[in-house]
């Protein structure tokens, strides 16, 4: 089955500085990588994804890439804030599957005023 | 539009009791996942439904694990003879229906937080 490796496992970064975390994945027919953002105690919460038609896609200060070749997807977080501040998990899932998703253990981010 | 919703939000069992979570995916979405997380840990798959179907329970523990998704309400994960290692977070995710532009997505609801004294 798919496995998923995240690192680093804890960031921490001065305000407004960027951050970057990565990810790689085994299953070379995974086609679809979320990422999500939980904060303590609360729910994960999708803030972009990538389809493996796709490089690179950006959403304001948020950016995921991906290189299929090497099996491996990275978040690029620029002009962080404190409220940046969470858990960030990648994830990788193929349609073939039913879109079930495998985890990577998470990356907990720090942003420091 | 509401979101996918989660009860109860915190469930205490003793050991051997057993434990219900109920979810509702969002309108319109037919597809339901469940997932565990474990204290400081990562997300878990358990198990994918749609209605009526359990279409993928690959990652549900053999025994005392079952889940269903009946034509009508809510999906229901159900633990019987609960051990303290069951004590987690359980979040179920919903999507729209296959094939539809974002038919990829997972949306989580906020989580039932289950522990077993």
């Known amino acids: 089955g798919e496995n998923v490796e995240q690192h680093p496992s804890t960031l921490s970064v001065q305000e407004g500085d960027s951050a970057v975390i990565k990810c790689t994945y085994s299953?070379?027919?995974?086609?679809?990588f979320p990422w999500y953002k939980q904060e303590l105690g609360k729910r994960p919460q999708l803030i972009i994804d990538?389809?493996?038609?796709?490089g690179e896609k950006k959403d304001q200060r948020i950016a995921v890439t991906l290189n299929k070749t090497a099996k491996h997807f990275s978040l690029h977080i620029t002009e962080t804030q404190p409220e940046d501040s969470a858990v960030y998990f990648c994830a990788a899932s193929r349609e073939a599957a039913g879109n079930k998703l495998t985890f990577g253990g998470g990356t907990r981010v720090l942003v420091k005023p | 539009n509401a979101g996918v919703m989660q009860n109860p939000r915190h469930l205490v069992r003793r050991r051997g009791q057993e434990a219900r979570l109920r979810c509702s995916p969002m309108?319109?979405?037919?597809?339901v996942y469940w997932y565990r997380q474990l204290p400081e840990e990562g997300l878990k798959f358990m198990v994918y439904l749609q209605k009526e179907n359990i279409i993928d329970e690959s990652g549900m523990p053999k025994e005392r694990f079952s889940a269903e998704f009946p034509k009508e309400g809510p999906s229901i994960l159900r633990i019987q003879q609960v051990v303290r290692g069951d004590s987690a977070a359980y979040f179920c995710?919903?999507?729209?229906?296959?094939?539809?532009?974002?038919?990829?997505?997972?949306?989580f609801g906020p989580g039932t937080r289950l522990t077993v004294t």
């Open positions: 309108k319109g979405h037919s597809h």
């Open positions: 995710a919903s999507s729209p229906k296959a094939g539809g532009l974002n038919s990829y997505e997972q949306y």
């Open positions: 990538i389809r493996s038609n796709v």
């Open positions: 299953d070379s027919a995974s086609n679809y």
